[in-house]
T-cell receptor
Framework: DAGVTQSPTHLIKTRGQQVTLRCSPK?????VSWYQQALGQGPQFIFQ???????QRGNFPDRFSGHQFPNYSSELNVNALLLGDSALYLC?????????????FGQGTRLTVV | KQEVTQIPAALSVPEGENLVLNCSFT??????LQWFRQDPGKGLTSLLL?????REQTSGRLNASLDKSSGRSTLYIAASQPGDSATYLC??????????????FGQGTILTVHP
């Protein structure tokens, strides 16, 4: 089992550009959530996808959007990049209809906006 | 507003010490608690999940407890080793309706174990 995989691992973009990050969930998992982690902070919830729909969303602007595919993989898109979007972006997968909802994380994508 | 607080923010101990990391949360909608380890620049590794029906979980030298009534969880690390040096994060898992499965993280405790 490869676990949760994210690509790319590092990315450098210019202000105003758009970026797409990708995530493949752990085998058997149906739910993907995205988190943003600024340096020295705990991860902040961006949104959660289940059955190809955005199920819940954190306090992030509409510049942040996502998608989930039939194979449960997911993309995070960020438009009109700002310097403040520089962070580690983490993908987590889980099985929604379980009592535990234990989350497993990928290694993250380090986004630097210059 | 849901908040998770971790104390201390940083901890430096000599090898071999037993130590306790603390996590508190204010939202009653948090029903499970998950502890993670994060190495610098890396993703999160799940250490322990404590469900609301449990009071504690153990894995090797790690033991985590959960007291929902007081909104507290502790992670106990026995016989610490230099390889335990990392940031430890706790996360409350939400049980409320459409927020089900959302994790709310603390700021983390940076642990340094020196030989």
């Amino acid at each position: 089992d490869a676990g949760v995989t994210q690509s790319p691992t590092h990315l450098i973009k210019t202000r105003g550009q758009q970026v797409t990050l990708r995530c493949s969930p752990k085998s058997g998992h149906d739910t993907v959530s995205w988190y943003q982690q600024a340096l020295g902070q705990g991860p902040q919830f961006i949104f959660q996808y289940y059955e190809e729909e955005e199920r819940q969303r954190g306090n992030f602007p509409d510049r942040f959007s996502g998608h989930q595919f039939p194979n449960y993989s997911s993309e995070l898109n960020v438009n009109a990049l700002l310097l403040g979007d520089s962070a580690l972006y983490l993908c987590a997968s889980s099985v929604l209809r379980t009592s535990g909802a234990e989350a497993f994380f990928g290694q993250g994508t380090r986004l630097t906006v210059v | 507003k849901q908040e998770v607080t971790q104390i201390p923010a940083a901890l430096s101990v000599p090898e071999g010490e037993n130590l306790v990391l603390n996590c508190s949360f204010t939202d009653s909608a948090i029903y499970n608690l998950q502890w993670f380890r994060q190495d610098p620049g890396k993703g999160l590794t799940s250490l322990l999940l404590i469900q609301s029906s449990q009071r504690e979980q153990t894995s090797g030298r790690l033991n985590a407890s959960l007291d929902k009534s007081s909104g507290r969880s502790t992670l106990y690390i026995a016989a610490s080793q230099p390889g335990d040096s990392a940031t430890y994060l706790c996360a409350g898992i939400n049980a409320g309706g459409t927020s089900y499965g959302k994790l709310t993280f603390g700021q983390g405790t940076i642990l340094t174990v020196h030989p």
